[in-house]
């Protein structure tokens, strides 16, 4: 079976150039995003750290509710 033309070849090798530079740029893309998602969680983690323990502790436990004490039962007081 001979080799095909240089000219008949040329096609299937810009198709093939085409369908790598497609999904190079796709891999480009996606890891592009991944890197800014980081970028965005280390900006408020490094938020969080400087705040400092007890603020992130206060700020993840929510606002505090204050519990009523509890009744003192007539009969003791005197």
Do not use: H, N, W
Not at 4 to 27: H, T
């Amino acid at each position: 079976m001979p080799a095909q033309e240089l000219s008949e070849a040329g096609k299937y090798l810009a198709g093939a150039f085409g369908v790598f530079l497609a999904l190079l740029l796709i891999y480009v893309a996606i890891m592009a995003s991944k890197l800014s998602r980081m970028e965005r969680e280390l900006g408020e983690l490094g938020k969080l750290a400087a705040r400092g323990p007890r603020e992130v502790d206060e700020a993840a436990a929510g606002p505090r509710q204050q519990v009523p004490a509890p009744p003192v039962p007539r009969e003791i007081v005197k």
